[in-house]
């Protein structure tokens, strides 16, 4: 099953648009428990609620070899029909893509990957000609640099825009797999209203839900598709952080529920 038809599938069944992010810094796991007992406890506790998982890479491989280690046990540990999008935000000349795309793609068997277009569409390519995978392509991204460069206006073409929206469009001709969606901050609802409208077939993923105050009912209002989809919504820190002692597994099902009703009530 490709990634976009495994998505639409679980979060039928877990009535869902609620992605986990796995980003655990051990600075701030319980006392006593390891890194991938945590994982494994905040996926038992959370596997009925989401319709995704989204491990970053970073809090992995700064561990080293044991960190990818422990990396590749967490993606085996999720639920087959569950889809896993790797944050991976890679992007480079094409060998080197083709490197990082069989790394994600082939070893850890993530069904997804997040992705930089800086380099162009050469370097995106050996991503998505994987059709069964999904590239999410990084758009207007959650923090406060986006500004630097993605909200800047270019021209083109005597066509003046920002070039986010340069992405978004670019990542329109790229998509001859359909197996390309877009990386959109939820604390910008009128950006994601504008790209909903030009870009009505993307899906969407959200970070900056949570922890970074994303307003969650703008962010739906305005990225909504016509079918009430579209959207895969991200918490991190404020579900695997709702408490740091040993109820913390429970306390993470809780805040995940409520999440997920919260998202619910808006669709």
Same mark, same amino acid.
């Given at each position: ?12 069944? $877990? %009535? ?5 992010? #796995? ?11 390891? #890194?991938?007992?945590?994982? *494994? ?6 596997? &009925? ?7 970053? +890479? ?18 085996? /540990? ?8 790797? &944050? ?93 969606? #877009?990386?959109?901050?939820? @604390? ?8 909903? /409208?030009? %870009? ?12 970074? *105050? ?10 909504? $598709?016509?079918?009430? %989809?579209? +959207?895969?919504? @991200?918490?991190?820190?404020?579900? #695997? /952080? ?26």
């Amino acid at each position: 099953m490709d990634f976009f038809s495994q998505l639409k599938a679980t979060t039928q069944k $877990n %009535h869902s648009l609620l992605c986990v992010g #796995l980003d655990p810094d051990t600075s701030l796991l319980p006392s006593g428990i390891s #890194l991938l007992d945590f994982n *494994k406890a905040i996926i038992d506790a959370t596997a &009925d609620k989401v319709c995704a998982y989204k491990p970053n +890479l970073a809090f992995f491989e700064s561990k080293g070899a044991r960190g990818w280690e422990i990396l590749q046990q967490t993606i085996e /540990y999720i639920p087959r029909e569950i889809p896993v999008i790797a &944050d991976a935000k890679r992007g480079d000349i094409g060998n080197t893509s083709k490197a990082y795309a069989k790394a994600i793609f082939e070893y850890l068997g993530a069904g997804a990957i997040t992705v930089s277009p800086y380099l162009g569409y050469d370097s995106l390519t050996p991503f998505t000609k994987y059709e069964n995978k999904a590239v999410f392509v990084l758009c207007l991204t959650s923090n406060q640099g986006a500004a630097d460069f993605q909200l800047q206006v270019i021209k083109e073409k005597d066509q003046e825009r920002a070039l986010y929206q340069a992405v978004a469009e670019k990542a329109e001709l790229w998509n001859t797999n359909r197996n390309i969606g #877009l990386v959109v901050g939820a @604390n910008y609802p009128s950006e994601i209203k504008s790209l909903r /409208y030009k %870009h009505p077939n993307f899906t969407f993923l959200v970070p900056g839900i949570g922890a970074q *105050k994303g307003d969650l009912k703008a962010v739906m209002d305005a990225g909504l $598709n016509t079918s009430g %989809h579209g +959207l895969i919504i @991200n918490s991190s820190r404020q579900i #695997l /952080y709702s408490s740091r002692e040993k109820d913390f597994a429970f306390a993470a099902a809780a805040t995940a529920e409520t999440l997920r009703c919260e998202i619910n009530q808006y669709r």
